[in-house]
């Protein structure tokens, strides 16, 4: 008999807790694998932990961690990965039916063919944000162009991983988690499942546009060579707009160059401060990864779960 664990992040998901259980349930009934569900309450606002504890009362498979407080979906994703370590396998899927759980039966199917990782991406992004959608795409070709371990343009964090996987991603000593950059970089044979874009039925989603800002960043410092190209653009801009100063200088009216100039002067300041900012950010980045503080805290948890 296998034993297998669903790991369900939440952030202010009340609303949704009881229908993901209801409909999730019916995917999970295998005579010869054992499975149980994990919420990580990642520190909710509302009655999300309320709710999931309703369900363990009924349900002696449903289990729980709750955070101390908010650290983010890398940050839920990563403790119910910690407190899997027993499992043969385990699958990674959202609580707002975004992620279709249907697509569980064919995860395993394929991971009883021998893939390690069975993982899933939309088919398009219509119907997401279209400002969203323009960043994301934007993101991914950035990323694949400047990276040894590319992304697949929509791949999703819902997504069945063996044993062996869990093993190596917990290895991964990184402070800033990029779950799919991780995922992608420790290998082992995959199989990507497609689907069409599911609006949410309750609920609005916690990705602002700032954190996916954030998250973009992260991805491309931790799997990305990109940030080593932005010195060498803005060192080949500042001496572009130098040399047509001078031009400008010597050829043109003093007044129309000294106008010219300042331009160039204060659009070089603009691409230094940037600069300034991303080498600052770089260097907060690997402060908090030497001070090694933990990736997370935990408040509560099922009684039988464990971080060994």
């Not at 063996?162 to 402070?175: G, P, Q, R, T």
């Not at 659009?267 to 908090?288: E, P, Q, T």
Request: aromatic share 14%; net charge positive; proline share 3%.
């Amino acid at each position: 008999m296998k034993k297998a664990r669903l790991i369900v992040p939440a952030y202010n998901e009340e609303e949704n807790i009881s229908l993901f259980y209801n409909e999730t349930s019916k995917y999970l009934k295998y005579d010869d694998i054992d499975f149980d569900i994990l919420f990580v309450n990642d520190g909710s606002k509302d009655n999300t932990l309320k709710e999931i504890l309703k369900l363990s009362e009924i349900d002696k498979k449903v289990k729980y961690i709750s955070l101390s407080r908010n650290f983010g979906k890398e940050a839920a994703m990563h403790a119910g990965l910690e407190s899997s370590k027993d499992k043969d396998f385990i699958i990674i899927i959202d609580c707002d039916l975004q992620q279709p759980p249907h697509l569980i039966t064919e995860m395993i199917q394929y991971y009883r063919e021998g893939y390690k990782i069975v993982y899933t991406k939309s088919k398009s992004r219509k119907g997401e944000p279209k400002l969203r959608t323009l960043f994301a795409n934007l993101f991914y070709k950035i990323y694949n162009a400047y990276t040894e371990r590319p992304l697949d343009n929509g791949a999703k964090d819902y997504q069945l991983m063996d044993k062996i996987v869990v093993d190596a991603f917990l290895k991964v000593k990184d402070n800033y988690r990029f779950i799919k950059g991780i995922f992608s970089w420790v290998g082992y044979p995959r199989k990507c499942i497609e689907y069409d874009f599911i609006p949410r039925q309750h609920g609005k989603s916690s990705w602002s546009f700032k954190s996916l800002v954030k998250y973009a960043f992260n991805g491309m410092n931790q799997f990305s060579t990109i940030l080593l190209v932005l010195p060498i653009m803005f060192l080949f801009i500042g001496f572009l707009l130098v040399a047509l100063d001078l031009v400008l200088y010597f050829t043109n009216v003093l007044n129309l160059s000294t106008m010219i100039l300042g331009l160039h002067m204060s659009l070089l300041v603009i691409l230094m401060s940037i600069l300034a900012y991303v080498v600052i950010y770089l260097l907060y980045s690997n402060r908090k990864q030497i001070m090694n503080r933990p990736i997370y805290l935990v408040e509560e948890t099922s009684e039988d779960i464990s971080f060994d």
